[in-house]
T-cell receptor
């Protein structure tokens, strides 16, 4: 089976740093994606990891440990507009790139 | 920047009716997908499409569902006889053969309401 776990909700303060964790147990692994989704809107791509380590892109970084089945998304210098759901998704190997999504972490950024 | 487009943005239908959701993927992409998201729940994979045929489908994608690429630009999802539980946001996505891990670009979605 496919199992992707992430916290349901998190809160943080504007200007702070927040880390959103994701653990996965999937039958096959070919990359892990993080998407941002504002309410009522489509997921938008944030980051991608296929090898172990940290990928940094501006205020966002993502880390992957394949041996532990673990990833995190790090958001720095939080802004009010970062209030959204953050979706962890695993691309399953052996297929045609289908993504299996976690339930998402709803992040609320407060002043 | 190229984007995936979907029409209509909102579709209301009666139970048992057929609906067709339309998508125009990014023009040089080769892989196409439909996902759905029931309100308050996670995004779920429905089907992937490559080289003019279904490459993979989930258990949700039963005989009531079909996909088609009728011309070089459109990609459609048909639900033959809608049920109440088909009410959801339906997202089309596409990806190309190269780029950052073949990321999937999502369209804005069609909100389907079955009454």
């Amino acid at each position: 089976g496919q199992n992707i776990d992430q916290p349901t909700e998190m809160t943080a303060t504007e200007g702070a740093i927040v880390q959103i964790n994701c653990t996965y147990q999937t039958s096959g692994f070919n990359g892990l994606f993080w998407y941002q989704q504002h309410a009522g809107e489509a997921p938008t791509f944030l980051s991608y990891n296929v090898l172990d380590g940290l990928e940094e892109k501006g205020r966002f970084s993502s880390f992957l440990s394949r041996s532990k089945g673990y990833s995190y998304l790090l958001l720095k210098e939080l802004q009010m507009k970062d209030s959204a759901s953050y979706l962890c998704a695993v691309r399953i190997s052996g297929g045609y790139n289908k993504l299996i999504f976690g339930a998402g972490t709803r992040l609320a950024v407060h002043p | 920047e190229p984007e995936v487009t979907q029409t209509p943005s909102h579709q209301v239908t009666q139970m048992g009716q057929e609906v067709i959701l339309r998508c125009v993927p990014i023009s040089n992409h080769l892989y196409f997908y439909w996902y759905r998201q029931i309100l308050g729940q996670k995004v779920e994979f429905l089907v992937s499409f490559y080289n003019n045929e279904i490459s993979e489908k989930s258990e949700i994608f039963d005989d009531q569902f079909s996909v088609e690429r009728p011309d070089g630009s459109n990609f459609t999802l048909k639900i033959r006889s809608t049920k109440l539980e088909d009410s959801a946001m339906y997202f089309c996505a596409s990806s190309g053969p190269s780029g950052r891990g073949n990321e999937q670009f999502f369209g804005p979605g069609t909100r389907l309401t079955v009454l």
